[in-house]
């Protein structure tokens, strides 16, 4: 593909990333039940999937094939289509589903576009916030129309940091002694209880750093490519990028210290 077509194929996503995030935002929001419970669990009793859940990725889904029935869907809630076209979306419809059972505001919509591989657009639609982060592979991050860039680094005793914990409570268990070990070493520690908003945090300068064991791709790769295009670093232990095993993001001059400190705690394992 030549570099325009490639440019002109990056734009057709980020315009359905952010009709389908929107859309989506806007059913959740507006058409969330008074009497909303649990439909269903997951990894664990505490691991929950809600009808909007399932009600917001279809029309995701929905939207994405018919605007592009060739490309392959990975979705949270089960969507799974192995596409011909190249294009890959990553969706997790309710990123802090526990936080939109409870009526807490800190829950968004997170769509991704992977282009033969690569994270190519991430959406992370914040409707409590009614805030809009997006991102284009190579062409900076942005927040409701307004370009954004990570914090000036502080030193680590002055960072406060994001984190988040796993639904399986041994791994809990595990977060917590690395949390107790870090705590003190930094200005303070968020749990705001949604991966993506904590990586778009980070990208607007409303965290320092974060990181977390135990995300999903559909967690992070819309928030990870909105962090990285807005100047901060991302990634696991030390070489590898972000993954199951370690999600680590931060302003650059926070990263390096962070990420070594993690490594030393063993925040990727019990
Ligand atoms: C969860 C949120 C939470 C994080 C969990 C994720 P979900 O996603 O991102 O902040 O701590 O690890 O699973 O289940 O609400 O889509």
Not at 44 to 47: A, C, G, P, V
């Given at each position: 593909m030549t570099d325009r077509t490639t440019e002109q194929l990056k734009d057709e996503l980020l315009a359905l990333a952010l009709e389908a995030a929107a859309k989506a935002g806007e059913l959740l929001r507006d058409g969330r039940p008074a009497d909303l419970g649990v439909a269903a669990t997951k990894s664990?009793?505490?691991?929950v999937v809600t009808e909007m859940d399932l009600a917001a990725e279809k029309l995701i889904t929905g939207l994405i094939a018919q605007a592009r029935p060739r490309d392959g869907i990975l979705g949270e809630e089960g969507a799974s289509v192995t596409g011909t076209s190249g294009v890959r979306w990553v969706v997790d419809?309710?990123?802090?589903t526990v936080n939109y059972l409870y009526g807490r505001p800190e829950w968004s919509v997170s769509v991704a576009a992977e282009l033969d591989g690569e994270r190519v657009v991430g959406v992370v639609e914040v409707p409590t916030r009614r805030e809009t982060s997006h991102a284009v592979l190579g062409r900076g991050a942005y927040l409701n129309g307004e370009r954004i860039a990570h914090r000036p680094s502080p030193p680590m005793a002055e960072a406060l940091i994001g984190t988040g914990f796993n639904y399986v409570r041994t791994v809990r268990t595990a977060q917590a002694e690395v949390a107790r070990v870090l705590l003190p070493q930094v200005r303070d520690i968020r749990r705001a209880g949604s991966a993506a908003i904590d990586l778009c945090d980070v990208a607007c300068g409303r965290l320092d750093g974060y990181y977390e064991r135990g995300l999903h791709p559909w967690d992070l790769a819309a928030g990870d490519l909105i962090a990285r295009e807005a100047g901060a670093l991302t990634g696991s232990r030390p070489g590898e990028p972000p993954s199951y095993d370690l999600t680590v993001a931060a302003s650059p001059g926070v990263f390096g210290p962070l990420q070594r400190l993690l490594d030393e705690l063993g925040a990727w394992h019990d």
């Open positions: 664990s009793s505490i691991d419809p309710i990123d802090g």
